[in-house]
């Protein structure tokens, strides 16, 4: 099957500027999840999603951060005004719905460069 | 809250020789764990998980870990190491706070095998 697709898979701008990122999830799989990664940090859950709902955005900051999964399948971060903290590399992720015990799918990630 | 441990930042082996990165737990009721490795400029792949059962799970590319129920412990092991093998390791924890179903991951062990 196919994997789970991000892009771009790299991005370098300004701060203050905007940026928005693209996921498309394993094919069925209801649940996606946007994870950023700071270098030499293990990644940090931003949202999930159930089918088109967010059921966690708890440590989205949502002043700058937003996300949408319209439709149920793929789903785009943005971030605006961006910040330097916020150079990391932002990870989506889908599972199946009935996945208690795991199976969690990565994308490569999308390496975000502000400065 | 659900957490992991990784209590070392890098790892040196020689190839050949048998290898373990370490990771501790802290959980209420019962932990589901995984590890995942990400080489460099990659997505994160899934190595094996613990759910119940045996103590000792074996998964992807030689690898395996041991459950360790008394000290709260879930290290990674393989017999034999190649160099190939070089990347960063995280070990995480299903973590169901805020209402989702969410992987939350350690800091990461950079492994590096050497001739």
Do not use: M
């Not at chain 1, 270098?39 to 999930?48: D, M, T, V, Y």
């Not at chain 2, 059962?53 to 360790?68: I, P, Q, R, T, W």
Request: glycine fraction near 10%; proline fraction near 6%.
């Amino acid at each position: 099957e196919a994997g789970v697709a991000q892009s771009p898979r790299y991005k370098i701008i300004e701060k203050r500027q905007s940026v928005a990122f693209w996921c498309n999830p394993i094919s069925g799989h209801a649940t996606l999840y946007w994870y950023q990664q700071i270098l030499g940090q293990g990644p940090k859950l931003l949202i999930q999603f159930q089918n088109n709902g967010v059921v966690d955005d708890s440590q989205l900051p949502k002043d700058r951060f937003s996300a949408e999964r319209l439709k149920g399948v793929d789903s785009t971060l943005k971030i605006q005004p961006a910040k330097l903290e916020d150079s990391a590399v932002y990870l989506c992720a889908s599972s199946p719905p009935d996945t208690p015990s795991g199976g969690y799918t990565f994308g490569s990630g999308t390496r975000l460069t502000v400065v | 809250a659900q957490s992991v441990a990784q209590p070392e930042d890098q790892v040196n082996v020689a190839e050949g020789n048998p290898l373990t990165v370490k990771c501790t737990y802290s959980v209420s009721g019962n932990p589901y764990l995984f590890w995942y490795v990400q080489y460099p400029n990659r997505g994160l792949q899934f190595l094996l998980k613990y759910i119940t059962g045996d103590n000792l799970v074996k998964g992807s590319y030689g690898f395996e870990a041991e459950f360790n129920k008394s000290q709260t412990s879930f290290h990674l092991k393989k017999p034999s190491a190649l160099v190939s093998d070089s990347a960063l390791y995280f070990c995480a924890v299903r973590d169901l706070t805020g209402g989702g179903n969410k992987l939350t991951f350690g800091t990461g062990t950079q492994l590096k095998v050497e001739l």
